[in-house]
């Protein structure tokens, strides 16, 4: 297990109810593991799951990649800046 | 010659003169300056009244990506000597600047026009920053269309 930093933004913030997590994963656990695992945690992330964006480290990531130790990892909704 | 780029997010107003002073060399003599506002009157489709909208980014990563939309307007005009991208968070109400892409150059016709459109675009796509809509009708995080790919 590693411990890694979990970010919410806009609506998934409100769903989660928290801005920022601390949590342990499994060695080799994927985007897709975590955002399985989150939204058996917070149902609410379910409505959401396949538009919300997730970034590793800063940076757009894929569902199948494996989760960097220490990594920070954020999930939020598309994009509506300007 | 250097070419300054300013990146930045700051919840402070928009000074838009300064802002283009900072990318205003000897040899400048065109700048395309835009920036988004807050509407307070929206008629194009879903008809409604906009009291404030709350603006908030992930920050370092917003700017990271800003510095990642400048450098693709370098890639793709080479002829662009400054650039401006600034967002502003926080509460903004209508009529207030919420956002500035200014680039400049040595004439008009060297891509300016079209570099500043190429920023907005770009920073609409891939700069997580979000705003929520409050108005008569109550309160709504406002959602985007693109989907960045892994890596973009």
Known sequence: ?82 | MDSPTIIFLTESELDLDALLGRITLPTTGAAAIFTGMVRGQTSRGDAHETAYLDYEAYQPMAETKMRQVADEIRQKWPTIAGIAIVQRIGRLYPGTPTTLIACTSAHRNTGVFEAARYGIDRLKEIVPVWKKEIGPQGEEWVEGHYRPKPGE
């Open chain 1, 1 to 82: 297990m590693h411990k890694v930093k979990v970010l919410f933004f806009a609506t998934l913030r409100d769903y989660v109810g928290s801005k920022s997590l601390e949590i342990e994963i499994p060695f080799g656990m994927t985007v897709g593991g975590l955002t399985d695992l989150l939204v058996a945690t917070y149902p609410l992330l379910e409505k959401v799951k396949n538009s919300m964006m997730v970034a590793i480290n800063r940076e757009y990531a894929a569902n199948e990649q494996v989760i960097p130790e220490g990594a920070e990892i954020a999930f939020f909704p598309p994009v509506s800046g300007g």
